[in-house]
């Protein structure tokens, strides 16, 4: 069974710039969730999508957008990129019981 | 306060040691429970779920649950060098897929051959 994809791998823009991130679920799973983890912070939860719909989002601004398209794959977009959004960027999906799988990630970096 | 708090180390054993990772939580919604293992510059891989209070085992892997403290520890035996990553707590509400999880900061271990 193919795992969570994520592309692209890594990933540079300059400040102001925009960045756009995509992610494949594990087939079958309807969930998509975006974290961003920057260095000494942790995971931090970013948006959540299920069946095409943003069910929740975390405590980012509304630069950070995203949607989830009819096969369940996802696109991150941050517009106006600034240098503390350079981060490790994971893409999970989830089963039922909530286990989530995550992918390999996108690193950004923003100069 | 943070819903879940975790110490991010890091912290350093002999190889053969066994390894005692714990998190504290405040939210007594929390039903559900989740150790990660997260290797440097990779994405976090699933290593126990559990959804009650005990023990649960898996190899030289216990994850252990106490909701009456708000206390969960994952204990590793005869740690190995390849043990060395950071290891996220996490934990949701409810099932579903409808419920957000949230994840403690991580703790980084080093195995020490």
Not at chain 1, 41 to 51: R, S
Not at chain 2, 5 to 22: H, K, R, T, W, Y
């Amino acid at each position: 069974e193919a795992g969570v994809t994520q592309s692209p791998t890594h990933l540079i823009k300059t400040r102001g710039q925009q960045a756009t991130l995509r992610c494949s679920p594990i087939s079958g799973h309807t969930s998509v969730y975006w974290y961003q983890q920057a260095l000494g912070l942790g995971l931090q939860f970013l948006l959540w999508y299920d069946e095409g719909e943003e069910r929740n989002r975390g405590n980012f601004p509304p630069r950070f957008s995203g949607r989830q398209f009819p096969n369940y794959s996802s696109e991150l977009n941050v517009n106006a990129l600034e240098l503390e959004d350079s981060a490790l960027y994971l893409c999970a999906s989830n089963n039922h019981r909530d286990e989530q799988f995550f992918g390999p990630g996108t690193r950004l970096t923003v100069l | 306060q943070k819903e879940v708090e975790q110490d991010p180390g890091p912290l350093s054993v002999p190889e053969g040691a066994i390894v005692s990772l714990n998190c504290t939580y405040s939210n007594s919604a929390f039903q559900y429970f989740m150790w990660y293992r997260q290797y440097s510059r990779k994405g976090p891989e699933l290593l126990m779920y559990t959804y009650s209070s005990g023990n649960k085992e898996d190899g030289r892997f216990t994850a252990q649950v106490d909701k009456s403290s708000k206390y969960i520890s994952l204990f590793i035996r005869d740690s190995q060098p390849s043990d060395s990553a950071t290891y996220l707590c996490a934990m949701s509400e409810g099932s579903g897929g409808y419920q957000k999880v949230t994840f403690g900061i991580g703790t980084k271990l080093q195995v020490i051959p």
